[in-house]
């Protein structure tokens, strides 16, 4: 708490470093705490809740787009009681810390020496002059063992997964994938989809029970973050799952080894690289908000996909046009394609790999916020910057978003704060995309539409880059939620469309009466995710009879089968059959022509 706030939305409890205000600065969630008045006797006190040893503090000033405000010195008092503070000296007396300069860039000051205590307060002795006291900050300091402290032992988080938590930068994370390698060499795979601006290979490891090929019938799922570079918690977590899922399979792990066998999992934990470089170089708390965001180059790879969405409704809403657009697999357009496309690498790597590979269920994992966002992430309305825009598949994503929120441990508590301005408790941890915020070109719409997979953002943590020590514990909070993600990948229909001579057939579309989006199939097998449900399903093929048939998805986990078997049109047969024998058919029209042109001969 502290002495005084200038209002509620300025309390203590927005003094978190690195939290972010909303663009209207409102009452209740802005950028800072910041004291009532301007005097040197205003203060913001933590409350460990136990003994600790102090050993900094990290400072920063009011994140805002309208003011600049923040502290330019001041001085910590320690306290056990909260009544009776003793300020931090040295041979001359109270210390006196230099704050920051300006408001974004974080500043540490470390202690001359750790001190043990349960409060800890800092006190503003100057500050911008133009401004008033507003400070976000972080403590550093290592709790003590409290073994008479029922409270703090029944609610510590522990874990008993024997898992690496540690922050690996790139030659790290390299070698664990290895080490997992050598550990589960039958069921992984290690390989790249391209190189980072610097020339940092993109390193996926697959888990599969066949690594290296797609089985006919088995689902392809991929799990991808770090599109920010500084959003370092999902990286971690991937690295963590791919060494879970090694051991637990090892051990015989019934619910493991079903998945493993059963699917094809790909696990890219670091899209940009570079990035995380720089915000690993920085470290934890110092990377402020956006240190290593983008892509060597600025671009920031999760809104650097084709903008699809737009196609699709100009052809809609033009009826008359003459440009259709698929309802799915809507082409790339060619501008992008250009060499002068404003396109990171990183982001033509992933989508050379998406389209390389049949994958029908995604996530990507960022961080700074606890929520699952779902397509579409752009609003359809050009005059609106929030507005719920569903796709077709609308309760389908709503069920995946809900999967991973209802199984984390934190993401649908009503007990919670709300991370920065948002609070997303009344869709249970989950948002539409374009109700949260307009993006054009996310990979998600882009996923939906270019391709069969459906993928959303899956944000892990208030916390982008959280301190090692934390890391069992956002373990902990989403491991669940990691694998029961991974599960919905097998739920509504799969099935082999065939043709007569029980040969797959590659290309065709699979439509759901009643759901405007199609998908396609692979080497002629498909997965549809749906609901549970009654649906009418129809399958076309060019050169081919369309075929019909209604498929039942149930409550239980595994996708219903429902396959087709398709014959070839008249049509497709004669034309089979004469170019079998060196003639090509003619079109009709020719053909009526020559007969009428023999008739008249005859007639003469």
């Not at 797959?504 to 498909?526: F, K, L, M, Q």
Request: proline share 4%.
């Amino acid at each position: 708490h502290a002495s005084t706030a200038k209002r509620y939305g300025l309390g203590a409890h927005r003094g978190r470093l690195n939290i972010q205000a909303g663009v209207n600065e409102n009452d209740f969630y802005d950028g800072a705490w910041c004291a009532g008045r301007n005097d040197p006797y205003q203060w913001i006190e933590v409350d460990a809740r136990r003994l600790t040893k102090f050993t900094g503090v990290i400072t920063q000033g009011r994140n805002s787009l309208w003011s600049s405000n923040w502290v330019t010195s001041y001085r910590v008092l320690v306290s056990n009681d909260s009544h009776a503070w003793t300020a931090v000296r040295n041979e001359s007396g109270d210390v006196i810390f230099e704050g920051n300069s300006e408001k974004e860039i974080p500043v540490l000051n470390m202690l001359p020496e750790p001190l043990v205590a349960r409060y800890i307060r800092i006190n503003p002795r100057s500050w911008f002059q133009e401004g008033s006291i507003c400070m976000r900050l972080e403590i550093l300091g290592c709790p003590l063992p409290d073994p008479n402290n029922y409270y703090h032992r029944r609610n510590e988080m522990t874990t008993t997964d024997n898992l690496d938590f540690k922050h690996h930068n790139y030659k790290e994370m390299r070698q664990l994938m290895k080490t997992v390698n050598k550990m589960c060499p039958n069921i992984t795979r290690i390989y790249n989809i391209g190189k980072s601006n610097q020339g940092l290979k993109l390193y996926a490891v697959e888990i599969s029970d066949n690594p290296g090929e797609h089985e006919v019938g088995e689902p392809e799922f991929r799990y991808i973050a770090g599109a920010h570079g500084n959003e370092v918690l999902g990286r971690e977590l991937i690295l963590l799952l791919m060494q879970f899922m090694c051991q637990e399979y090892l051990a015989g792990n019934p619910r493991i080894v079903h998945l493993i066998e059963d699917t094809r999992i790909h696990l890219l934990p670091s899209v940009n690289p570079d990035g995380y470089d720089k915000a690993y170089k920085a470290g934890s708390e110092l990377g402020g908000w956006s240190l290593g965001r983008w892509t060597q180059d600025g671009i920031d790879i999760n809104n650097n996909f084709p903008d699809l969405n737009s196609l699709l409704w100009e052809s809609e809403d033009q009826k008359k046009s003459k440009r259709k657009v698929p309802n799915h697999h809507i082409p790339i357009p060619d501008w992008y394609l250009s060499e002068n496309a404003t396109v990171a690498v990183e982001t033509r790597a992933i989508i050379a790999w998406m389209e390389k590979i049949p994958f029908v269920l995604g996530g990507n994992l960022q961080g700074g916020e606890l929520v699952v966002a779902y397509p579409y992430d752009m609003v359809r309305s050009m005059w609106k910057t929030q507005d719920y825009t569903p796709t077709p598949d609308d309760h389908v994503f709503r069920w995946l978003a809900y999967s991973y929120a209802s199984t984390h441990r934190l993401m649908t508590d009503a007990r919670r704060r709300a991370c920065h301005t948002e609070d997303f408790q009344k869709e249970d941890g989950t948002v539409n995309g374009a109700s949260w915020h307009t993006v054009a070109g996310s990979i998600n719409d882009f996923s939906y539409l270019h391709t069969n997979c459906f993928e959303l953002s899956i944000y892990v943590g208030c916390d982008k880059y959280p301190h090692e020590s934390e890391l069992p514990e956002e373990w902990e909070n989403n491991r669940e939620s990691l694998i029961v993600f991974m599960e919905q990948v097998h739920r509504g229909i799969k099935g082999i469309v065939k043709d007569a001579h029980g040969k797959g057939i590659p290309n065709a579309v699979i439509s759901v009466e009643g759901v405007n989006h199609d998908i396609r199939t692979a080497d002629g097998d498909y997965w549809r995710l749906l609901n549970p449900g009654e649906y009418v399903v129809a399958v076309k093929a060019e050169g081919y009879t369309t075929a019909t048939k209604t498929c039942e998805v149930g409550y239980d986990m595994g996708a219903t089968q429902c396959d087709f078997t398709i014959s070839k049109t008249n049509l497709a047969r004669i034309k089979e059959i004469m170019k079998k024998f060196g003639k090509q058919p003619m079109s009709l029209s020719i053909r009526r022509l020559r007969q009428r042109a023999r008739q008249w001969r005859q007639q003469r």
